[in-house]
């Protein structure tokens, strides 16, 4: 039942893999493990090139590794284990106490080094301490704002024009993320012929399919299998053409199939996209997640959607508090108020005053033409240009261009001198 993902956290297991090349090994190291209650075997592997297999398709938190096995040895397997799947931490197992082997073990990132044979509570208490410490080391470097290492080892590519990443992210559902995300991308497109990508980051239910009126031959999904070794023709196989130009990078079909696609395997895609396109839109879902902080953590902007009344304006002002632990650049966030005229709404003054961040565009309730845009599936922005729902979003794709678009005779990525004065703040009293 490994297949089976927990909703609860607090109550996941710590997922093992065992390697080893004879079978009577790997039994007992089952068995050993077999009545631990936070322990979880989720696969065995009788050789390196099985274990690198299994630990992409099993996503183990830990993989228990004999160094000595015929084929691809142990400590050639860690190597690709740890570069290419930063969620898995190797525990090497040798019945020698060697110390080329140790040292050999842990430059290619093994964790920790048992010598058989070992106890049961030596075993145990190993894989909690990895495990705990694989959690910190992770989390401290997210924090850091360091990206954990990606599945493809995309920073280690040459640097190729870079696009720009703008990710459409609400706390909250059903303020308008998805309608948002996939008109901006069409309007994107159109303002200067932008080469534009647009991915249903919202796995389990993406609604981009449906929004633009998309058959999902492929999806994000259908990279898992070759994630290791993506590149560009591959991403291009998967994306979906849109008739306004925009390529789409489409949801799973089926909800389950979410489960196959990690942290880094989006941050992965997304990068690898930006070295495609001029603008890549991510649509995302109502979660912090580790996909979506993994793909803000390398977004140029934010856009946060909240509609103008209390609970979704509590959640914007959670959220800035969250951009500002992990010390974001100011400008990355902007907070965008949609439906903002609706009956009710607060002003956005008063908004502005709550959350202490500027508002950076407002976009009316324009039911009539996104219930039309729903029904027909095409974006107002494509099929109803004139409509106050498509103007303003062209708006905000002009603004975005006139911030982000790299200016010729410009230095791309110049750090701002520490002296500058926060732009941003300025924009605080000039609403009227
Ligand atoms: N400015 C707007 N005016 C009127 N209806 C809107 C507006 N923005 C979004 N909607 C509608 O609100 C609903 C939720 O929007 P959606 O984009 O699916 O939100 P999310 O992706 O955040 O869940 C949809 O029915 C959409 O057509
Ligand atoms: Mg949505």
Redesign the pocket.
């Known amino acids: 039942m490994h297949g089976m993902t927990d909703a609860g956290s607090a109550q996941r297991k710590i997922r093992v893999l065992i390697v080893d090349d004879i079978p009577e090994t790997r039994e007992s190291l089952r068995k050993l493990l077999y009545f631990e209650s936070d322990l979880e075997v989720v696969g065995t592997a009788a050789s390196g090139e099985d274990a690198v297999r299994q630990t992409r398709e099993t996503r183990p938190d830990i993989v228990l590794m004999d160094i000595n096995m015929p084929g691809m040895d142990g400590i050639t397997a860690t190597e690709t284990i740890t570069q290419k799947f930063p969620y898995a931490q190797v525990i090497m197992m040798s019945v020698q106490a060697d110390a080329d082997y140790l040292r050999r073990s842990m430059l290619a990132g093994a964790r920790e080094f048992l010598t058989k044979p070992f106890t049961a509570d030596d075993l145990v208490s190993s894989i909690r301490r990895v495990y705990e410490l694989g959690l910190s080391r992770r989390v401290s470097l997210e924090q850091a704002g360091v990206p954990v290492e990606g599945v493809t080892g995309v920073a280690a590519k040459p640097a190729k024009p870079r696009g720009k990443l703008i990710t459409?992210f609400?706390p909250?559902?059903?303020?308008?993320?998805?309608?948002?995300?996939?008109n901006l991308a069409i309007a994107l497109q159109g303002l200067a012929d932008y080469k534009v990508a647009l991915v249903d980051a919202?796995l389990q239910f993406g609604?981009v399919a449906v929004?633009l009126n998309l058959q999902a031959a492929r999806s994000i999904a259908d990279l898992i299998p070759q994630i290791k070794d993506l590149d560009s023709d591959m991403i291009a196989g998967v994306l979906t053409p849109h008739s306004s130009g925009v390529k789409a990078l489409l949801a799973p079909s089926r909800p389950e199939l979410a489960d196959l696609v990690a942290p880094e395997h989006l941050k992965a895609i997304v990068q690898e996209l930006l070295t495609l396109f001029d603008f890549v839109i991510v649509?995302t879902?109502?979660s912090l997640h580790d996909l979506v902080l993994g793909i803000l953590d390398i977004s140029d902007r934010i856009l946060l959607?909240t509609t103008p009344d209390i609970p979704s304006i509590k959640n914007a002002k959670l959220f800035f508090e969250v951009t500002d632990a992990l010390q974001y650049p100011e400008e990355r966030a902007m907070l965008i108020i949609?439906?903002?005229d609706?009956r009710g709404a607060i002003n956005v003054r008063d908004i502005e005053a709550s959350i202490k961040h500027p508002v950076a565009a407002k976009?009316?309730?324009?039911?009539?033409?996104?219930?039309q845009?729903?029904n027909e599936g095409v974006p107002v922005v494509f099929g109803n240009r004139k409509s106050?729902?498509a103007q303003?979003i062209t708006d905000l794709a002009q603004t975005l261009v006139a911030e982000l678009a790299p200016k010729p005779a410009e230095q791309p990525e110049t750090p701002e001198p520490a002296s500058a004065p926060k732009v941003r703040r300025g924009l605080f009293g000039r609403t009227t």
Do not use: F, H, Q
């Open positions: 459409v609400s909250k559902g059903g303020t308008g993320r998805s309608t948002i995300a996939v919202s609604d929004l649509d879902w109502a959607i949609n439906m903002a609706r976009i009316p309730l324009d039911e009539r033409s996104a219930i845009a729903a106050p729902l303003a």
